[in-house]
């Protein structure tokens, strides 16, 4: 390992500096990713560490300098961990690495906007990396491995600054997380398990893998503190729609609890196969339910809100004439929905008929010549159960 000039070496450690503020200065997000890849071995980021390693006063250039002096807490343990990492010692190179990573998301919280989410994202991936790394070096000498448990601490709380509109990048971090899982997931602070479950819950919604949505998000609410109502409230935002998803409705109570209200007039609708009021529901809280991302989950609940208005219909019949209750004509549920104010014809209502069915929503079939759905004698209106509608 040849060592620089003091000279060489104060150009290089100042020329990072310079590279680093100024990624930060025009929003760079690809430059400041570049600076902190340490697993890529570039010439770059090795030739600064040599420089380092000589020059051993960088901290001297931070504080003297306002521009650099800002980022001190970012930049000083980066350092360090990369003079030890180009030496070798991965246990220190990754507790230091860890200093700077959680420095660099208290700057990241800072921030006006998420301009930065790549470079996060470099710094999720480099900090699991370290930890195996440092774990081996942890096993070989007889000590117990330990800091790939911190790293897991450390992904999970990225979850806490990721906005869930940028999809891609928290499946990278999930996938962070999931590869490192050689740790038990319950020693994990019950804060940073909610969160994890809570964010990683919202993107099931977003993928409407309902069951899952609903795993995930339950646990966070189970394990959330019954004292932080405005974070019950935030996860009960998305796990409501899953459960109604799935059939099952919240009480009242509820929602009246925690100023849910927007969830109301849903709940009554499917309780009585009220279409127009869904609609209506969707169409009043309309961008409140699409800043939630949950409106095309909700929207998706006409299946069940039609279920529940065949079904009514069948008992209606039931008590008029037992024998006959089976046989549901198409104009008659033509009819029940022109009384809600929603007009449709004989082929619409054939339709959407066909749909229950296939779904499992309704047991039954057709007597095309006769315009007539024969439900079956035995269970016609299956229950969800906590399952979702078949896709």
Sequence with gaps: MAYPSMGEAHRRITDYLNKFCDAVSYQDVASLAQLFSFSSNSPSLLSLADALNFFQDANRLIKQSDKFSQFGEILAPLFRSLQSYRLGNLVEAYHAFEKFANAFIQEFRNWESAWALEALYVIAYEIRVLAERADRELSSNGKSPEKLKGAGSFLMKVFGVLALGTVHLCRSVIRSIETARIFDFEE???????????????????NENFPAADHKLSYALTHCNPLREANIRMILKYLIPVKLSL???????????????????????LKRGDLRLLRHALQEHEDQFLRSGVYLVLEKLELQVYQRLVKKIYFIQKQKDPSKAHQLKLEVIVKALKWLEMDMDLDEVECIMTILIY????????????KVVVLSKQDPFPKLNGKPVNS
Aim: aromatic letters at 16%; a positive charge; charged letters at 30%.
């Design 247 to 269: 059939g099952i409705l919240p009480k009242t109570c509820l929602l009246e609890k925690y100023n849910l209200l927007e969830y109301n007039d849903v709940v009554k609708a």
């Design 359 to 370: 779904k499992n929503l309704v047991k039954g079939y057709f007597a095309h010549k006769s």
């Design 188 to 206: 994990f602070p019950r804060r940073d398990k909610v969160t994890y479950m809570y964010y990683t819950g919202r993107l099931e919604v977003f």
